[in-house]
Every structure is written in C-alpha cells, then in structure tokens.
C-alpha cells in the first residue's frame, strides 16, 4: 500500500476510532504528518537496539511508544514508520504532544493547566494561552482540526480553561507554520482531539474535592441569585422584566413618554440580585463525572462505537485585592483601596461521539457542550485621595458562556486517492445579565453629621452611583473543508485543499444609570440597595402628595440609557482558502515540507441603533485582504538520533472582534473595563526558526531552538485612568521585532536494576526554558488611529520605541520530576513553573506600563490505582502553590511601586477518586 494511501486511511482512524487492532501505521504523508521510513531500514533504531544488546542503554526491548490520538487539517500526526520514533521526532513540523498520559501527570483540571508545562506556552487572565510571549490573538485554537468561536467578549480565540482535561485525548502545539492550518498563525496553533471510541465496553466514575487557603471555610461575599446557581443556569429570575423587555424590543429611547420609567424600576430592584450576605463558612469545592463507551461489529468489515462523558463542577474563590491608581509618572497615589470578591464558578460539559469504520473509510461525529458560569460578589472600599473622599463599591454579577459544537469528520479511500472531509458548526454564548453596581461615598474632612456616612444620593457619582448592565452575545461559525492527498512517488506526496469559514457574532450591551431628581432626601442615601430600589421607595418618587404630606421633596427618579448610541453591533468574518503543500523525501535523511495558502478574507464590524438596523455611525470597520503565506520546513538527520530543522513562513493575525466594537466591556478576571477601536487593522508577520533535537533511549530527548519573528502593526494594549477605573483600548504599534532561544530536556531512566521492587518503576524528568524578547519600533513620523481619541495620532503618544510586547515574559521555564510505575497507575510527580514580568498593558501619560510578575509555583500530584471489588480505582491527590506565591499587578518608578490588582492566591489541596468498570 503507498505511503499516501495509508495517510489518508488512518486519519480518521486517529481523530476518531483509534481501534487498538489497527493502531500500527506504516508511514505518513503531507499536513504536519509523521514521515519516517520501515523499521528495518531505520540506521536509528537499529543503533538503539544495538546499544540494547550490548547493555549500553536499559531501556526494555519490548517498550515501543503509545500513538497518541491526533486530528488535524489535511493530514495527521501519528508515531509511524521508525516504531521506537515518536511524534515529536516523526513530525516533518516542530510540535509539542500533549498526550492523556502527560496530560494525567500534569493534574490538572482544564486543559490551559496543562498547557503552560508546555516549552514557551503560559497562560494570562480566563484561560487565554501565550506562545512565547505572544497574545492569544496570535495563537490559533482548534478542536479536531476545526476551528471553535469564542464566547469571551475579549477575545476570538476559545478560552482553553472550559475544556476539562476529562473529554481531552491529546494537545497539539505546532510553532511552525504549515500551509494546511489556518493563516492566523504568529505564535503557534494549539489543536485539542476529543477522546475517541473505545474498542471495549467501559464505565468510569468519579468525584473529588478541593479548597485553598485563602477561600475554603472562611468567610465570603454572595448574594441569592436564583434557585438553580449551584447548577450554573439561571431560573429565569435574572431576565428582564416584562416591562424592561418590551422597552428593549421598541427601539425606542428611554426618555419615550411611552417608556413607563416606574414599571421598569420597580421590576429592577429585585433583592436576590442585589442585597450582598456575609457567608461565615464557604464550601469545599467538589466535581463530578462520568464517562461511558462502548463499541460493536456491524456489517461484514465494519465497527461502531461510541463514547458519552459528562461532569459538573462547583468551585470558590476569595480575593482580597489590593487596587491603586496614580495621579502622575511618578506614581503619586491618587486612588488607594482595597476589594474582597468572592467568584462561585460552575463548570458543567457533555461530550458524545459516535464512530464508525467501514473497511478503509471512517467517520466520525463529535457533539460537545460546554457550560460556564460565574457568580460574582464584591465590597471594595477605594480612598480618593484626590477629591478627598472614601468610596464604597458593591458589585454583584452573573457570568454565562456556553459553547455547543458538532462536528463531522469523514475519510474515504479510492485506490491512491485519499479524500478528508471535515464539517462543523459551533455557536458560543455569553449573557451577563443584571450586573449591578452601588457606590456609596463618605466625605473625608466632614461638616456636618452626614458628611461621616456612606451615602449613596444616586446622582451619578457626585456622591453614590447606582448602574446596572444587560449584555448577551452569540456568535454562530460555520465551517467546510476538502483535503485531497496524491502520492505520485515514493519520495513526493501532494496534498491540496480548502476551507470555508463564516463567523457571525451578535454583540448588545444596555447599561442604565439611576438618578434621583430634586431634593432627594439626604437620609434616604443610606439604604442598603434593596432598600434603595425598594417598591415603597421607588413608589414614594412618583407620589408627589405623599411627598408633600411627608414634608420632603419634592423628588424623583430618572433612567439614562448610557448606552443608547450604540447599543449592539454585528460582526462578522468570512475566509475563503486554498492551499497546496508537498513534502518531499530526498533521502532518509533529508526531507522537505512546503506549500503556500490563499485566504480572502471580508471582516466587518456594524454599529447597531435601537432598532436593531444600522444606525450609519462612524464606529463602523470594514477589512477586506488577501494574502499568499508560504511555508517551508527543512528536516536533516545530520547523524542517528540526531536531527536539524528549519523553517521559514509568513502568517498574519487579524484584529479580534472584541479588539474592534467601540463598545465597554467589565473583565471580572482583570478589575478593568475594555473598549474597542474601530480603527485596527491586521497585523502581518514573517517567521524563522533553526531547532536541533537529540533522541535516545526510553523516549529521551533534548533539543535548542532560535526563533525570530518581525510583526508589521502588531495590536498593543493601552490603559488610561479615571474615575475609580481602569478603562484599557487597543492601538496598532508600528512594528515589533520578537526572538529568542528554547531548550528543552526529558529525560526518561528505567530503575529495574536497583532490585525487585523497582521493575517496573522509571524516573522522568521533563525540564524546559525559553527566554524570548521584543522590541516595539516606533520611530517619527508613525501614527496611530484611535478614532474615539480623535482618529489619527503620533504613536510616541502610546508607545515607546524598544519597549516589550505586552504579554512577553523574557523567562519561562517548566520543571517535571517524577516516579511512575510502567505497570499500573502509579505516580508521584513534582511540578516548578516559572515566569518573569511581564507587560500586560501600556500607560498614557507617561505613566509606567502595568507589570504582572508571575514568579515561581510549585505543585505535587500523586496518582495511585488499585482494585477493589472487581473495579479498577484511582486516586489522586494534589497540592498546588506550595510557595504560596501571590498575584502582582503593579506599576513601579524608580523605588516607588503601586498595585493595581494584586491578591493573594493561597495554598490549593485537592483529592479525588475515579472507578472503571
């Protein structure tokens, strides 16, 4: 059978049936495939078996590598041909395998956890994934080589932190462009593989519990929401009321006569979603799940199988943070607080995947979803040291993202023509609905009595504030691609594809500031905010007799739709792509990767008015760009074992949608309000990279690398200061240079001739480092365009020239030691994580930029299995942050230093126990 025809008929095997029976592929073809050569005439492994028999190396004879399931576009990544290669040597691309063994050994809970063990990756804010230093938006996120859309405002790209590792067979980085992924391609491409069908019947369940120093039964913030919060949906409690949605529906304005003002705040002021409670003793955390498959013979040549998993998750965190704001360069403080906040996270998810292999074609069809919620409770108490007053903020919130996928993914075998298909749609989901907040104020150099007291005289900030926001967002993507994959000869195989991608998101967000009019009777500011938007009250603003029978007023209360220009937008993306790549085969020791890619590509933003129609603002974007990128990879086995590759590529990244709606948006994650720039265009970047890897025995490896990427008009993140708030927007810096070197080491020793007990025990020892740096070029004459700052501006106004990308730390390193059992489940594995400071956003006003400083963590998971009553068990203990490192936000000059929103992270113990049955 050919090389190319073997490809295609194991693709589909890997994304979906991975049935033991056929697990042992010969050889690979194009894509970032594995390429390799028959065992028997591979000088490598000959070398090892050699060293085998003469003692020199101890790793077993019969060890051979497990194949990993791996699904990507136009091709796979599968340990073939050398059976003692494995993927990350066998792949003609430089990747890094994530399989469910090292995803086990890692312990974590979500699969973004398990990726910051990777060489270069960390991960910043909800799960966002940096590779070498470089934003999310320069990363690309696939789930079984399809692309996924985000239900994160600030993001295109999927928060990987909602994939628990649990419905997550292998994690795929590639940092090296080829022409069959996507062209949004800067920093790498992650692609997750769902689990796939079992061969056998199997049921697993299991539960754990955990909690951390600083949360678990100590006291907190919350508030009653609805009945089913502990579930992570609403009951429908935090939904508008009739009155509130029929004036949302109307397109009209707020200050109709036709809109009944008091109808609308007296259905607003509900108290399970405002009045805060003092929880003395928070719960444990606790997850539960399960997962089902089975798999069964039908017709002559064929099998079906299926795999069905489903968890739920509860989870809580205090936060005591500390938050400052300068008034200058120097760092005279201007605001000085602090904020405790208590987030209850419940993560729920469904996976169910079906399989069949009929002869050399399979199919498979995925269907996943993925619920998060957050419930958010927050007191803060901020000194402004400017206007001589203490403030008093409660936030209370509900945060909902859901995302459902269905995916379809077929490969057909017609003599040397391999036909891939892939189809999917995804839609994702974020509501934030009735996210309130109260501002009570207290004067600092009082005059008379009431001056002492938190007041909140809802007048728009003057003295209290009162707001509250409704916002949802959907977005729908709808994707096609064909992959056609020839081999004309031994040492060429051909692949030629092509992708349809639509993405449209509906973005609308109404936030309503109440005031009271008149002569708002000063006491009445002391209310607690059920109080403050109760029915008597609220009611009593209307009655101006009452009013007068009562001697006060007279008074009232209006709404202001701070939203009412631009209240929604539409979006939308649409990519049309071509490619074709070769990898040609010289000799065993030589081979070649190329091919360019095609993508046309209409991205619009349109500002929506109250009616829903477009409203003709000027906060509108249109991008309409094509563009050929090229890619190459160079493999050469310069000596056994020893390979050398280079890569060259052109990749580009576009501006997120988020990136671009001139629209605010609350990141509960950050503490800081983000808007959008209409103005943005896309970034374009030119890729090298020179990697020289060293295997040896019992999977060993080393390998260094240098890489070198020059970025035209990469978008930056810039802050600015005011009013108790950080309001972040983003601007494209002129240019940037980012480059740097990797070194990566594991290190795999078999311990069976230190005695009986150890036979069957191997220490590993997985270590990596990355130091990267970038340089922002600005030079005179650059502009940017900010067109809500006035349009077209001098870029030295937000950017200084040899400053570093935000989201760049110069060190990152990863450490992994451990002791594992190569006969049954049992490890003890010791996790150090290390990343240096880091800018997560620029300052104007000659301000210093924000600085993260991730620092050092320590973690230890311990995985044990054993047999009780006929059931396979395991038990898995963890304890993460040993060190007890914190998080740092801060701003420093010269020996001054503020926080800007920094906490303390605590101690996190977890324990938790599956069965098999």
């Known amino acids: 059978?050919?090389?190319?025809?073997?490809?295609?008929?194991?693709?589909?095997?890997?994304?979906?049936?991975?049935?033991?029976?056929?697990?042992?592929?010969?050889?690979?073809?194009?894509?970032?495939?594995?390429?390799?050569?028959?065992?028997?005439?591979?000088?490598?492994?000959?070398?090892?078996q050699a060293q085998q028999a003469q003692g020199i190396d101890n790793t077993p004879q019969e060890e051979e590598f497990e194949e990993p399931d791996i699904s990507v576009p136009g091709g796979s990544i599968v340990v073939t041909g050398r059976r003692r290669q494995d993927v990350t040597r066998a792949s003609s691309q430089v990747v890094s395998v994530l399989d469910s063994a090292s995803i086990a050994r890692s312990g974590e809970g979500d699969i973004a956890g398990a990726l910051t063990r990777v060489t270069g990756l960390s991960t910043v804010g909800n799960g966002l994934v940096f590779v070498r230093g470089l934003g999310d938006r320069y990363s690309l996120a696939l789930l079984n080589g399809i692309p996924l859309p985000s239900p994160q405002p600030l993001s295109r790209v999927v928060p990987l932190d909602i994939f628990p590792t649990s419905v997550i067979a292998s994690s795929l980085v590639q940092k090296t462009y080829s022409a069959n992924f996507p062209g949004e391609f800067g920093g790498g491409v992650i692609n997750l593989t769902t689990r796939a069908v079992p061969d056998e019947s199997f049921v697993k369940v299991s539960a754990g519990i955990s909690g951390d120093t600083e949360t678990t039964f100590g006291t907190g913030y919350s508030y009653y929401g609805s009945d089913y919060d502990w579930f992570g949906f609403d009951d429908g409690r935090r939904e508008p009321g009739p009155n509130l949605q029929s004036f949302l529906n109307s397109g009209l304005q707020i200050t109709d006569p036709q809109v009944d003002q008091q109808a609308i705040l007296l259905e607003l002021g509900d108290p399970n979603q405002i009045l805060l409670q003092s929880t003395d003793e928070l719960p444990v955390n606790w997850s539960a799940g399960i997962t089902a498959g089975t798999g069964f013979d039908v017709f002559a040549d064929g099998r079906f199988g299926i795999i069905a998993t489903a968890s739920l998750s509860n989870k809580w965190r205090n936060r005591f943070i500390t938050r400052q704001v300068a008034v200058n360069g120097a760092l005279d403080l201007d605001q000085d607080g602090t904020q405790f906040q208590t987030d209850q996270r419940i993560l729920a998810n469904a996976m169910l995947g079906l399989g069949l292999e009929v002869g050399e074609h399979r199919f498979r069809l995925t269907n996943l979803f993925i619920r998060d919620s957050l419930k958010r409770a927050s007191l803060a108490q901020i000194n402004d040291l400017t206007d001589d007053d203490d403030d008093l903020f409660q936030n209370t919130g509900w945060y909902e993202r859901q995302l459902f996928d269905t995916q379809f993914v077929g490969e057909l075998e017609f003599g040397d023509l391999s036909v891939d298909l892939r189809a999917?749609?995804?839609?994702?989901?974020?509501?934030?609905?009735?996210?309130?907040?109260?501002?009570?104020?207290?004067?600092?150099?009082?005059?008379?009595?009431?001056?002492?007291?938190?007041?909140?005289?809802?007048?728009?900030?003057?003295?209290?504030?009162?707001?509250?926001?409704?916002?949802?967002?959907?977005?729908?993507?709808?994707?096609?691609?064909?992959?056609?994959?020839?081999?004309?000869?031994?040492?060429?195989?051909?692949?030629?594809?092509?992708?349809?991608?639509?993405?449209?998101?509906?973005?609308?967000?109404?936030?309503?500031?109440?005031?009271?009019?008149?002569?708002?009777?000063?006491?009445?500011?002391?209310?607690?905010?059920?109080?403050?938007?109760?029915?008597?009250?609220?009611?009593?603003?209307?009655?101006?007799?009452?009013?007068?029978?009562?001697?006060?007023?007279?008074?009232g209360y209006q709404i202001i739709d701070t939203t009412a220009s631009d209240p929604a937008f539409s979006a939308g993306l649409e990519i049309k792509a071509g490619y074709v790549q070769a990898n040609l085969t010289q000799s065993d020791a030589l081979s070649l990767d190329l091919g360019i890619r095609y993508e046309d590509a209409t991205q619009e933003v349109i500002p929506l008015g109250l009616d829903g129609r477009p409203n003709g603002s000027a906060n509108a974007t249109l991008l309409n760009n094509d563009y050929f990128l090229p890619g190459a990879t160079l493999t050469w086995e310069v000596m056994d074992s020893v390979q050398l590759r280079l890569n060259a590529s052109k990749t580009i990244a576009r501006p997120q949608f988020r990136e671009l709606i001139l629209q605010t948006?609350?990141?509960?994650?950050?503490?800081?309000?983000?808007?959008?720039?209409?103005?943005?265009?896309?970034?374009?970047?030119?890729?090298?990279?020179?990697?020289?890897?060293?295997?040896?025995?019992?999977?060993?490896?080393?390998?260094?690398?240098?890489?070198?990427?020059?970025?035209?008009?990469?978008?930056?993140?810039?802050?600015?200061?005011?009013?108790?708030?950080?309001?972040?927007?983003?601007?494209?810096?002129?240019?940037?240079?980012?480059?740097?070197?990797?070194?990566?080491?594991?290190?795999?020793?078999?311990?069976?001739?230190?005695?009986?007990?150890?036979?069957?025990?191997r220490f590993v020892a997985i270590a990596n480092y990355t130091y990267t740096k970038s340089d922002i070029s600005v030079q005179d004459g650059d502009l940017v365009n900010i067109p809500e700052l006035g349009g077209l501006q001098p870029a030295s106004n937000f950017f200084e020239d040899g400053t570093a990308l935000t989201g760049q730390s110069d060190h990152i390193a990863n450490v992994q030691l451990g002791l594992e059992d190569l006969d049954r489940v049992s490890q003890l594995t010791v996790l150090f994580n290390y990343g240096s400071k880091r800018v997560i956003s620029r300052s104007t006003l000659s301000r210093p930029d924000i600085i993260e400083d991730p620092g050092l963590t320590i973690d230890l998971v311990a995985r044990q299995g054993f047999q009780l009553a006929g059931a396979e068990l395991e038990l898995k203990l963890e304890a993460r942050n040993l060190t007890g490192r914190d998080h740092f936000e801060y701003q420093t000059a010269g020996d001054a230093r503020i926080e800007n929103n920094s906490y303390r992270v605590g101690r996190n113990f977890a324990v938790s126990l599956s069965a098999e049955f």
């Open 665 to 761: 948006y609350y990141d509960p994650e950050t503490n800081r309000q983000f808007t959008g720039n209409p103005g943005l265009i896309d970034s374009r970047l030119t890729n090298y990279e020179a990697r020289l890897e060293h295997y040896w025995g019992s999977n060993s490896r080393a390998s260094v690398a240098g890489f070198y990427k020059d970025i035209e008009n990469p978008i930056e993140i810039f802050s600015s200061f005011n009013d108790n708030a950080v309001v972040s927007r983003f601007a494209n810096a002129p240019s940037a240079k980012l480059y740097g070197a990797e070194v990566e080491l594991q290190w795999n020793k078999d311990l069976y001739d230190l005695g009986e007990w150890w036979d069957s025990k």
């Open 1 to 48: 059978m050919s090389t190319g025809k073997q490809l295609t008929a194991l693709l589909l095997f890997t994304t979906a049936l991975t049935l033991p029976a056929a697990a042992f592929a010969q050889d690979a073809g194009v894509g970032t495939g594995a390429e390799g050569v028959p065992a028997d005439e591979d000088a490598a492994t000959d070398a090892l």
């Open 424 to 555: 999917g749609y995804a839609q994702t989901q974020r509501e934030a609905p009735n996210e309130w907040e109260f501002v009570y104020t207290r004067d600092l150099t009082p005059t008379t009595q009431l001056d002492e007291i938190y007041l909140n005289l809802q007048n728009g900030g003057q003295r209290g504030r009162t707001t509250v926001a409704f916002s949802d967002l959907t977005e729908d993507l709808y994707y096609g691609g064909l992959d056609l994959s020839y081999q004309f000869a031994d040492w060429v195989t051909l692949t030629v594809g092509g992708a349809y991608t639509d993405t449209t998101r509906l973005s609308r967000r109404r936030e309503f500031d109440i005031r009271a009019t008149g002569a708002y009777p000063l006491v009445f500011g002391a209310f607690r905010p059920d109080n403050l938007l109760g029915d008597a009250l609220i009611n009593l603003g209307y009655d101006t007799a009452a009013q007068a029978a009562g001697g006060i007023g007279p008074f």
